[in-house]
Nanobody, 117 residues
């Protein structure tokens, strides 16, 4: 059974960098078949895909967030990390990490991040 768990600060100040880590158990993030994604849901809005890192380490980001997004990984810890720079209150959301194969089959429980001074 694959499990994903997000961790990181729940409050970030405007203009700072949001950093979240997803710890994966029950499966390796280096498996080529899967993509390891970050997805968010702002209050009152739908899900927004942020980007992914593949099993090979390749990354792909949403065009609307690309200039501020970086996803990296630590294979020794089976973790992948999201960094979103220059945040504003519009980046306030529940952030999820998820595994994508044919579908998004495993998700973390989500973590609330609020951008406020």
């Amino acid at each position: 059974q694959v499990q994903l768990q997000e961790s990181g600060p729940g409050l970030v100040k405007p203009s700072q960098t949001l950093s979240l880590t997803c710890t994966v158990s029950g499966g390796s993030i280096t498996t080529n078949y899967y993509y390891w994604s970050w997805i968010r849901q702002p209050p009152g809005k739908g899900l927004e895909w942020i980007g992914y890192i593949g099993g090979s380490g390749s990354t792909y980001y949403s065009p609307s967030l690309k200039s501020r997004t970086s996803i990296s990984r630590d294979t020794s810890k089976n973790q992948f990390t999201l960094q979103l720079s220059s945040v504003t209150p519009e980046d306030t959301a529940v952030y999820y990490c998820a595994r994508e194969g044919d579908t998004y089959d495993y998700w973390g429980q989500g973590t609330q991040v609020t951008v406020s001074s």
